[in-house]
């Protein structure tokens, strides 16, 4: 069912004149998941060549099945174009491949390569804006309400760097697991190849009341480990990254 209709109450009605609420399920955070593999090649001159293989499953395929289930090649390219400037602004995009996903438990795909400038964010990275601003709360918070804070995250990248840069400076290795869910981070250097990876899984669904500041304190760990910096050296000067 929609994202919006899920973990609700339905009122059902038999042939026998029986009623009864019924809850409809969440969907678990294994099935809705977000898995992003890229190949990355940084030009002298700071230009980013990107290869991304994305694949989707569960609840965050329903907005994007919505979105182009019904658009033509080119009405998808200048979609996907315009979703790819939002981050890399003046981007070209060549070589887009994308499976629909018919079926509701049916998987998406994408495939493309973009052209930019030397910017590299995590997706789906946990900001300061997506940290519920009260402190304290009298009743459950429901962590499935929003996309970034809920279902399965792995973001795999592999940076291959110009001959004669080097790293000055890189995020330090994170690994946290509790009852709300996983993060871990890691970064390794294999001759000029940067191999950086992050993981992040929110397990619970609701959050009590006494149990929310150490949520959002979770949750600040996070965003304070997302917004870490990779500082590169080239022979000439130097280029600074937001990292996750």
Known sequence: LPWIDQNTRALVVDSTENT???????????????????????????????????????????SDRKQFKYES?????????????????????????????????????????V??????????????????????????FQTFRSWSLWGEKKYTMRLQLPTGYS???????VSMSNEFGSYQTSYTIQDQTLIATRF?????QDVAPEKYAAYRQFLEQIAESDKG???????TVHLNSTKH
């Open 20 to 62: 009864s609420l019924f809850l409809i399920p969440l969907s678990s955070p294994a099935l809705d998941f977000v898995h992003t593999y890229t190949e990355d090649t940084l030009l002298s001159d700071g230009t980013l060549l990107r290869k991304i293989e994305m694949k989707k499953g569960g609840n965050f395929t329903l």
């Open 73 to 113: 090649t080119e009405e998808l390219n200048k979609s996907f174009l315009t979703m790819v400037r939002n981050r890399y602004p003046q981007a070209t995009i060549s070589e887009l491949k994308y499976s629909k996903g018919q079926n509701a438990d049916s998987l998406i795909t994408y495939s493309y390569k």
């Open 115 to 140: 052209k930019a400038t030397f910017v590299l964010p995590w997706n789906y990275k946990i900001e300061g804006s997506l940290i519920p601003g009260e402190t304290t709360r009298q009743y459950i």
């Open 167 to 173: 790293i000055l400076d890189m995020p330090q290795a």
């Open 200 to 204: 992040f899984s929110m397990s619970s």
């Open 229 to 235: 910096l990779l500082i590169l050296k080239s022979p």
